[in-house]
């Protein structure tokens, strides 16, 4: 018995008689007699080979079947044979524009259309078998990227005690930032994939501090200006060390890890370190990154100083006692903040 199954749509109880006695030997067959039919069949449990789609039809004629399955995708994956007689060839044209593949013409001859019918059902499961291959090795090479990613994450934690838990807490942070941005400014509107990646590559903002002494870097008293120029020179280190495994990551993960190693703290009023970047200048993903590390460094205690609560964090934020941050930036971060204060993005 075969494991391929052809949906029949058509309101004319014949054709899909005709229809079925073509293909009965060699598909399981589906019947449905209108649009709705047919959407409930896509919509259940049975994977559908190809459909044989008739255009004028009761409650949902097959446009409006061709319009749900571009909602859920399924026209990517499921080829569509319109059936036809004398439509025109407006109501055609559409169809082909909501992705049909085929006209199947009556009267019905049955070797070409086996033939046509069962090459394109071909072509597509060859599709889908390499795009479901192709989405294992993404999957793979995700897992691959978190890796490197903690792991090099775990070396700074070594390096500087305060760090295991900050890349966490600033990687929850930019995710959330990011989505409240990207959703309020199209400016700077972007999938969610991409902003899963940027909060993945912001754990390693800090790698640079590896390269750091650890005089300087766990001193717990005030950096002198010789010292602290040293400790800026992580932002540069960081981009270096970045530099020497882009191989063994994802092109984007690696470009967005580069630039938030190196841009984190660059500033809106261009006063910022190391290339004294202003405004958009510096991506949107290295500016909340920035505000993100800003804050978190504000709300924990350091070897060289107590943690403040939120409300003074915010308001030093605000009043640019950490330099000065992108307006549309503190406006989503206001938006989120009582999500902040009660760290619900933890657990997201």
């Known amino acids: 018995m075969t494991d391929m199954t052809i949906l029949i749509v058509d309101d004319v109880e014949i054709n899909r008689g005709l229809l079925t ?13 209108n649009g709705v039919e047919a959407v409930k069949v896509l919509n259940g449990d049975t994977k559908i080979s190809a459909m044989l789609l008739d255009l004028l039809m009761p409650e949902m004629d097959g446009l409006g079947v061709l319009r749900e399955m571009n909602k859920n995708g399924m026209i990517k994956s499921i080829p569509v044979f319109l059936i036809t007689a004398a439509n025109s060839n407006e109501m055609l044209m559409e169809g082909y524009n ?10 019905f001859t049955p070797h070409f259309l086996r033939s046509r019918i069962n090459r394109v059902i071909e072509l597509y499961r060859h599709r889908n078998e390499l795009e479901s291959i192709v989405a294992e090795q993404v999957e793979k090479l995700n897992r691959m990227n978190q890796s490197v990613i903690e792991t090099l994450a775990t070396v ?3 390096r500087d005690c305060e760090s295991g838990e900050h890349v966490k807490r600033i990687s929850g942070l930019t995710n959330l930032l990011l989505t409240q941005v990207s959703n309020t400014y199209p400016e700077y509107n972007m999938p969610k994939a991409e902003i899963e990646k940027i909060a993945l590559a912001s754990v390693l903002h800090d790698v640079g501090k590896i ?19 040293i400790m800026k020179q992580h932002t540069v280190k960081g981009g270096e060390i970045l530099q020497t495994i882009p191989e063994i990551m994802d092109a984007e993960i690696y470009e967005y890890s580069f630039d938030i190693a190196r841009h984190h703290h660059e500033r ?3 006063r910022g370190y190391p290339d004294g970047l202003k405004g958009d200048e510096t991506s949107i993903g290295a500016q909340v990154v920035a505000v993100a590390d800003v804050y978190d460094a504000l709300t924990s205690e350091r070897v060289y100083k107590k943690a403040f609560d939120h409300d003074t964090a915010v308001k030093m934020i ?16 206001a938006a989120v903040e009582d999500r902040i204060r009660n760290r ?3 657990s997201e």
Not at 98 to 107: E, F, M, Q, R, Y
Not at 211 to 229: H, V
Not at 320 to 333: D, I, M, Q, V, W
């Open 268 to 270: 809106w009023d261009g």
């Open 211 to 229: 390269a750091i002494p650890d005089g300087i870097l766990n001193k717990p008293g005030r950096l002198t200006p010789e010292e602290f120029e």
């Open 344 to 346: 619900e993005w933890l």
């Open 98 to 107: 909501l992705g049909a593949v085929d006209i199947i013409s009556k009267p």
């Open 156 to 158: 700074i934690e070594f």
């Open 21 to 33: 006695e073509i293909f009965g030997d060699e598909y399981n067959i589906i019947e449905a007699s």
């Open 318 to 333: 605000r009043n640019g006692e950490c330099g000065t941050f992108n307006e549309k930036l503190l406006s989503a971060f």
